[in-house]
């Protein structure tokens, strides 16, 4: 076992999902171990194949010592959210996922990058700066590492949410969240502008990222967290005006934010001769200008990873409506056999699904790639970007008319959905519906 590693002093939180804990190692920048391993080979041997090894990091299980995980949920009761307080941290989970800090730059997270391969990529973007608004101020050196953490959410529009609706799930579901008071206002961000990869449309998305972030953005410096939602230390205009402060060095403009959302529309929407253009519907209630809906402005080249999470989350092509039905069949099927039940679990699943026509579908193995295909699909419309962004230089140093940054793009939060997750999803796509009739 690797003491060094595994010093409780060492290591920090930084967020949490249903039903895990992200640690980050200072020095960098609950689960049964079969389980754990399941997941890892989920993410590793189907999603990283689909989305591309160069954006899903590796991942490899270790052994906790029941001390440090006991450590670890004392150090990071008081920086957890209030929500989240309600679940316990389970001192007998002896196993966790170590990966590469995606907060960083690949090769420059040293710890876990010293133990298990990064295979990310470092890309170059530049900025044209106006020389006459430059200001002389003083900046951090070593630069920082900025990591902007966007979580998309579904690019496109299934059943029921296709015609006549002609709205997302997303912004739908807003209001109801805002009636049961999750949120205490709709979000000004739509997923379907994010992945149309029409500039305009793009940084409408970003735009409506940073005035209602939700848990749809966060932005972090030096892996700590500096800009979420969630932040009960400050206020949103009090963290906006810290974002500004802290970015003015290395980001141009009277408002550096803006100059952020600018640089970040251009990675999300940088395109190559082998990516054809593509048609996005508009959704309803996004907040992009409709006097500017053209038939151009439905069409654009997202970057390709925005493109393959498209595609993957495509593979849902029936929608709740399609899917319960299927579910329901498979479900009874199983009860009647339990010798399928290891079927639950989707260990045959692979990376090049079969086509499953409705011919088709009138038995159990039938109905298990269309399930399997819509709980990939489910996987993709849950995951996180991770955009690890750092500047050359600052303002005041620059020797040209132009700021370069480093930046490498990542996602994470690829794990497996279950497929109880069937009739979650069918009942929760119920109730949208029933709030936004209800409403209109």
Same mark, same amino acid.
């Given at each position: 076992?690797?003491?060094?590693?595994?010093?409780?002093? #060492?290591?920090?939180?930084?967020?949490?999902?249903?039903?895990?804990?992200?640690?980050?190692?200072?020095?960098?920048?609950?689960?049964? @171990?079969?389980?754990?391993?399941?997941?890892?080979?989920?993410? &590793?041997?189907?999603?990283?194949?689909?989305?591309?090894?160069?954006?899903?990091?590796?991942?490899?299980? $270790?052994?906790?010592?029941?001390?440090? $995980?006991?450590?670890?949920?004392?150090?990071?009761?008081?920086?957890?959210?209030?929500?989240?307080?309600?679940?316990?941290?389970?001192?007998?989970?002896c196993v966790g996922l170590l990966m590469p800090d995606v907060?960083?730059?690949?090769?420059?997270?040293?710890?876990?990058?010293? *133990?298990?391969?990064?295979?990310?990529?470092?890309?170059?973007? #530049?900025?044209?700066?106006?020389?006459?608004? =430059?200001?002389?101020?003083?900046?951090?050196?070593?630069?920082?590492?900025?990591? *902007?953490? *966007?979580?998309?959410?579904?690019?496109?529009?299934?059943?029921?949410?296709?015609? /006549?609706?002609?709205?997302?799930?997303?912004?739908?579901?807003?209001?109801?969240?805002?009636?049961?008071?999750?949120?205490? #206002?709709?979000?000004?961000?739509?997923?379907?502008?994010?992945?149309?990869?029409?500039?305009?449309?793009?940084?409408?998305?970003?735009?409506?990222?940073?005035?209602?972030? &939700?848990?749809?953005?966060?932005?972090?410096?030096?892996?700590?967290?500096?800009?979420?939602?969630?932040?009960?230390?400050?206020?949103? =205009?009090? +963290?906006?005006?810290?974002?500004?402060? %802290?970015?003015?060095?290395?980001?141009?403009?009277?408002?550096?934010?803006?100059?952020?959302?600018? *640089?970040?529309?251009?990675?999300?929407?940088?395109?190559?001769?082998?990516?054809?253009?593509?048609?996005?519907?508009?959704?309803?209630?996004?907040?992009?200008?409709?006097?500017?809906?053209?038939?151009?402005?439905?069409?654009?080249?997202?970057?390709?990873?925005? #493109?393959?999470?498209?595609?993957?989350? &495509?593979?849902?092509?029936?929608?709740? /409506?399609?899917?319960?039905?299927?579910?329901?069949?498979?479900?009874?099927?199983?009860?009647?056999?339990?010798?399928?039940?290891?079927?639950?679990?989707?260990?045959?699943? @692979?990376?090049?699904?079969?086509?499953?026509?409705?011919?088709? $579908?009138?038995?159990?193995?039938?109905?298990?790639?269309?399930?399997?295909?819509?709980?990939?699909?489910?996987?993709?419309?849950?995951?996180?970007?991770?955009?690890? =962004?750092?500047?050359?230089?600052?303002?005041? +140093?620059?020797?040209?008319? &132009?700021?370069?940054?480093?930046?490498?793009?990542? %996602? $994470?939060? =690829?794990?497996?959905?279950?497929?109880?997750?069937?009739?979650?999803?069918?009942?929760?796509?119920?109730?949208?519906? +029933?709030?936004?009739?209800?409403?209109?």
């Open positions: 076992m690797d003491t060094e590693l595994f010093c409780s002093s #060492r290591w920090k939180y930084r967020g949490e999902g249903h039903s895990s804990l992200v640690l980050f190692h200072t020095e960098e920048g609950k689960a049964r @171990e079969e389980i754990m391993e399941y997941q890892r080979d989920f993410m &590793q041997k189907i999603m990283r194949p689909l989305v591309g090894e160069r954006y899903v990091p590796r991942q490899r299980i $270790v052994s906790l010592p029941r001390d440090f $995980v006991e450590k670890m949920s004392e150090r990071t009761e008081k920086e957890r959210p209030r929500n989240r307080l309600v679940k316990v941290i389970n001192s007998d989970a907060c960083f730059l690949p090769g420059l997270s040293s710890k876990a990058s010293d *133990i298990i391969a990064d295979d990310r990529v470092i890309r170059q973007i #530049r900025m044209d700066v106006d020389e006459t608004n =430059l200001m002389e101020l003083d900046a951090p050196h070593p630069y920082p590492t900025f990591c *902007i953490e *966007i979580k998309p959410k579904c690019g496109f529009l299934p059943p029921p949410y296709d015609s /006549p609706l002609r709205s997302c799930k997303f912004c739908l579901f807003q209001r109801l969240k805002v009636k049961r008071g999750k949120w205490k #206002r709709v979000s000004e961000y739509c997923p379907l502008d994010l992945f149309s990869g029409n500039t305009c449309r793009v940084q409408t998305a970003l735009r409506g990222l940073l005035s209602t972030p &939700q848990n749809n953005l966060r932005v972090f410096q030096d892996g700590k967290c500096l800009f979420a939602e969630d932040i009960e230390s400050s206020s949103p =205009l009090e +963290q906006l005006d810290k974002l500004k402060s %802290v970015l003015r060095p290395f980001f141009p403009g009277e408002d550096p934010t803006g100059s952020l959302m600018t *640089i970040l529309s251009r990675i999300l929407t940088e395109s190559s001769s082998s990516l054809s253009t593509h048609s996005t519907p508009i959704c309803k209630q996004s907040a992009y200008n409709s006097s500017e809906n053209t038939a151009a402005n439905n069409t654009g080249s997202p970057c390709s990873l925005l #493109r393959k999470l498209l595609d993957i989350q &495509q593979y849902d092509r029936l929608g709740s /409506p399609g899917m319960f039905p299927l579910y329901s069949k498979l479900k009874n099927d199983c009860t009647a056999q339990p010798d399928d039940h290891v079927s639950w679990k989707m260990d045959l699943m @692979e990376p090049h699904l079969h086509s499953t026509t409705e011919d088709e $579908v009138d038995g159990t193995n039938s109905v298990l790639p269309e399930i399997e295909r819509y709980l990939l699909a489910a996987t993709a419309k849950d995951c996180s970007i991770m955009i690890a =962004l750092r500047p050359q230089t600052s303002l005041g +140093q620059l020797k040209t008319n &132009q700021i370069s940054y480093d930046y490498s793009l990542s %996602v $994470v939060d =690829l794990d497996s959905k279950g497929v109880w997750r069937v009739e979650k999803y069918h009942e929760e796509d119920a109730e949208i519906l +029933q709030a936004f009739i209800s409403s209109a």
